[in-house]
């Protein structure tokens, strides 16, 4: 840690892997900079131990006298700050602070707070948007989907909070009110005598490393009397196919997949999209990202994106949804390439149990009168098509 500063600076060791640096004289911002990529650089190196090559990585984070506080509480708190941001932004990295990174974290605190709240005092709900058959037009499955109402501000999109529940392992007693909800919604909808499908629910990484996540849904089938065919677990390219915990991560889906439920990757063509991982992996759906949908008629490549994408599930036997239709043309253009499974507004927007029972029990969408459906829901609309 020495190394890479002046001998007039200061060096200290505040406890664990934490350590602050006092570069005195500093004339601007560049010198700081420079110093921490030198920081970076020297504890970057790899150390062999027991011929084995290891890297530490180091988030930094730096406060400036007299901009960033006059106390040396106000420097290290700031300093703080900026460090928790640098390891946001993947580590191994430097970040000065400023006010907006402030702003940023007191935000963060709060929804961390506000969540731990609305978990204990049943703030959450699931919603259920149908997936549809296009040939059908009947509703072959539904995605569980979180909302949280928030006391002040309402409905909240996932987007707004998900990242805050995994960073905080809040995640997983989420996922866990999800997984049970959705199993005890499918056994109510089964008494009221529908037609039950299966319903799809996003998995958390965090979930599949750090809990029993087959012991969970084993618990969840049997409290309910629930088949592992109707239960479908999502996950995105990312969680799934990481490389640092990929072979992990490859284990655990393995032993859900011996429970009989399907598996998912959502947001495909987002992330990894590793034809070999594919390959490895036994996978039973693929959802192409609404980012490719939406713009397939006017865009050549997204056509052509989505049509091999389709082309490739079909020969390695992968079903296939594509996520977020909202108009009839983009529709007719899925179904001509041979996608048989859709999702989106144009169908029906997530409504609450209550409201799923009625799909359940029609059957099929007319798709000439789906605005009747979108009707029901009390909802207001969220960033997110099907988020």
């Known amino acids: 840690m020495r190394a890479p500063v002046r001998p007039a600076d200061v060096v200290v060791r505040m406890g664990g892997d934490e350590f602050v640096v006092i570069l005195e004289q500093v004339t601007n911002v560049e010198h700081v900079q420079t110093t921490a990529a030198r920081v970076n650089e020297m504890l970057g190196t790899p150390v062999v131990i027991d011929g084995r090559a290891l890297v530490a990585t180091v988030s930094i984070g730096v406060s400036l006298f007299p901009r960033d506080g ?37 935000r963060r605190v709060a929804i961390e707070a506000s969540l731990r709240a609305a978990i204990k005092l049943n703030q959450l709900d699931v919603h259920y948007q149908p997936i549809l058959d296009i040939h059908s037009q009947r509703v072959c499955g539904l995605e569980a989907l979180l909302r949280w109402k928030h006391p002040s501000q309402g409905w909240l999109s996932p987007d707004q909070f998900i990242g805050v529940a995994e960073e905080t392992g809040l995640i997983i007693p989420i996922v866990h009110f999800v997984l049970h909800r959705a199993a005890q919604d499918l056994a109510k909808w089964r008494e009221q005598g529908a037609r039950i499908v299966p319903v799809s ?29 109707l239960l479908q677990l999502e996950l995105t390219e990312g969680s799934l196919f990481e490389k640092r915990n ?22 495909f063509g987002t992330g990894y999209s590793s034809l070999p991982y594919l390959k490895r992996w036994r996978v039973d759906w693929i959802k192409i990202d609404r980012s490719f949908i939406r713009d397939i008629v006017t865009d050549p490549s997204d056509h052509a994106i ?18 977020g239709i909202e108009g009839w043309q983009q529709l007719e253009m899925l179904r001509s390439m041979g996608c048989h499974k859709a999702q989106g507004f144009l169908f029906a927007r997530p409504s609450p149990a209550a409201e799923t029972l009625k799909f359940l029990q029609a059957g099929t969408i007319d798709l000439l009168d789906s605005g009747r459906f979108i009707e029901w829901n009390q909802e207001p609309e969220l960033a997110e098509n099907g988020s």
């Open 70 to 106: 006059k106390t040396m509480g106000e420097l290290l708190k700031h300093s703080d700050t900026a460090m928790y941001h640098a390891k946001d932004s993947g580590r191994n990295t430097f970040q000065v602070f400023s006010p907006a990174l402030d702003q940023t974290l007191k």
């Open 201 to 229: 629910v996003n998995i958390s990484a965090v979930q599949l490393e750090h809990t029993d996540l087959r012991g969970t849904i084993q618990r969840v089938m049997t409290q309910f009397r629930i088949g592992p065919e």
């Open 246 to 267: 990929g072979e992990f991560r490859k284990d655990a889906i393995a032993k859900l997949r011996e429970l009989g439920v399907k598996i998912s990757i959502d947001d």
């Open 306 to 323: 989505v049509r091999a994408i389709i082309a490739m599930a079909r020969s390695l036997k992968i079903q296939v949804v594509a996520e």
